[in-house]
Nanobody, 123 residues
């Protein structure tokens, strides 16, 4: 059974850090592009970061560049999103999704989605 499970969300103060995990089961994650997306209350879902399956290239949304880092641990079949210098506007449900042999992470073209993990940035 193909499954993606996010974890690591929670409540953090502005300026704090969190590391999200996206654990895959039922498939070998290194053949897939993995994207992180988020949906804030009352807003549309947006792409945050993507790591390609083809050449390992990485994409970040402008709003998180320099603060977030995506990485992949093939041995653990897990992709991480390290989030530093968090801001209240980063508050959202964060989702990971995969695309087989993907060079990019088009939101409408991903294969499987996790159920999300909530990140709340507030003092």
């Amino acid at each position: 059974q193909v499954q993606l499970v996010e974890s690591g969300g929670g409540l953090v103060q502005p300026g704090g850090s969190l590391r999200l995990s996206c654990a895959a089961s039922g498939f070998t994650l290194n053949y897939y592009a993995i994207g992180w997306f988020r949906q804030a209350p009352g807003k549309e879902r947006e792409g945050v970061s993507c790591i390609s399956s083809l050449d390992g290239s990485i994409y970040y949304a402008d709003s998180v560049k320099g603060r977030f880092t995506i990485s992949r641990d093939n041995a653990k079949n897990t992709v991480y999103l390290q989030m530093n210098s968090l801001k209240p506007e980063d508050t959202a449900v964060y989702y990971c999704a995969d695309k087989f042999l993907g060079g990019a992470c088009p939101q409408d073209g991903m294969d499987y989605w996790g159920s999300g993990t909530l990140v709340t940035v507030s003092s």
